[in-house]
């Protein structure tokens, strides 16, 4: 069944927009949302909705971009990797431009280093097949959504005896981060939309924490105007009735348990670890680590110097992934960082939220002046 188009149905989203609008003055308090999904942060941005549900709703971006909270030591290793002999580094497009201390993966393949953009894990795997002589390393960044993959190219690896083929691990898993937002004092959540993507692998079942220990209303939900606001509505109601729940809105494609043989390739491969993200630091279990038995292929094992991890001076992006402020709110903002010549992360890649808002939302911000 295929995604109704952005624009389906005019209708439904002005009869959704009166009720949230209905439920919240009953309410009789703003309530603060955060969408933890980029893609939700640039349907939202792309449709136009964060200006039509204000004042009584207010959209919060959280970190939803994987390339946008992954640290700048990340980067610094990886560059250190490509550094070495006969090394060559895979990694997906946008984390090609993401800034690290000293410059970035595209400025070092500009230079004398070797880094190949693939469009998935077995494009870098059929790199590593064509040159036996080289050492392969993709880098193995993303959410949930794009975990299973990089475990299903290790056992393919594994199995087909390719012995050059190595990731430098930087997945995460969102719940962890949902919960150090529910309870920071500098950020104010009423509620969550959650990540469509992510929770076909989870399942819904897996952000129940968020209502059972925080109380706080949330819904997995799809991508189109339509869906986005049947999860506010959703959480309008909850807040208005005094209940919190996690409401599946995407049964289409997301159930309760998520996808079971998925989640048991990740735990073949991989397991927890504490993980830095950028903006929320240190969060406990947050990380995925590849198992001790599969260490031959963790380029992280591999000794690099590394220099002191520097942040772009002037980026606010933490402060944006956390919600704390919005991406205007960031001096460099249209000033200095915008997608042709990006300083920060969030600027860089697809789902960042300050390209969703350069895009889309700027323009609005003009009119309104």
Not at 29 to 46: F, P, Q, W, Y
Not at 279 to 287: E, K, N, R, V, Y
Request: contains cysteine; charged residues 25%; glycine residues 8%.
């Amino acid at each position: 069944m295929s995604e109704p188009s952005l624009y389906s149905d005019p209708r439904a989203v002005a009869s959704l927009l009166a009720r949230i609008e209905e439920s919240v003055q009953k309410l009789g308090r703003r309530l603060n949302i955060m969408e933890v999904c980029g893609t939700h942060t640039h349907a939202i941005a792309a449709a136009g909705l964060r200006p039509r549900l204000k004042p009584g709703i207010r959209l919060i971006s959280g970190p939803g971009c994987p390339v946008c909270v992954t640290p700048v030591d990340y980067l610094d290793r990886a560059e250190a990797l490509c550094a070495l002999d006969r090394t060559v580094l895979c990694t997906f497009g946008d984390l090609y431009r993401v800034p690290s201390s000293r410059g970035s993966l595209e400025r070092l393949s500009a230079g004398e280093g070797e880094v190949r953009i693939v469009y998935s894990p077995r494009d870098a795997l059929q790199i590593a097949r064509d040159n036996p002589g080289d050492r392969v390393v993709f880098l193995a960044v993303g959410f949930e959504t794009t975990a299973p993959a990089i475990a299903a190219t290790l056992l393919e690896a594994h199995r087909d005896g390719v012995p050059n083929f190595m990731i430098l691990p930087g997945n995460k898993v969102v719940p962890p981060p949902l919960r150090v937002l529910s309870s920071a004092p500098d950020v104010q959540v009423d509620g969550f939309l959650l990540p469509g993507h992510v929770s076909v692998i989870t399942g819904s079942r897996t952000f129940a924490f968020l209502a059972d220990e925080f109380g706080l209303p949330s819904a997995v939900v799809g991508f189109t105007p339509t869906d986005i606001l049947k999860g506010v509505l959703e959480i309008a109601e909850q807040a208005l009735e005094k209940r919190s729940s996690v409401a599946n809105l995407y049964s289409r494609v997301v159930t309760e348990d998520g996808n079971t043989q998925a989640k048991a390739l990740l735990d073949r491969f991989f397991q927890p670890e504490d993980s830095v993200w950028r903006g929320l630091g240190p969060i406990p279990g947050s990380g995925l680590a590849l198992r001790p038995e599969w260490k031959k292929m963790d380029a992280s094992r591999i000794e690099v110097h590394l220099p002191e991890p520097v942040e772009p001076k002037g980026c606010r992006c933490g402060d944006v992934l956390k919600g704390v402020i919005e991406p205007p709110e960031c001096p460099l903002f249209g000033k200095g960082c915008d997608p042709d010549a990006p300083v920060g992360a969030c600027m860089v890649s697809s789902e960042g939220t300050c390209a969703a808002w350069y895009r889309h939302e700027r323009y609005r911000m003009g009119a309104a002046q």
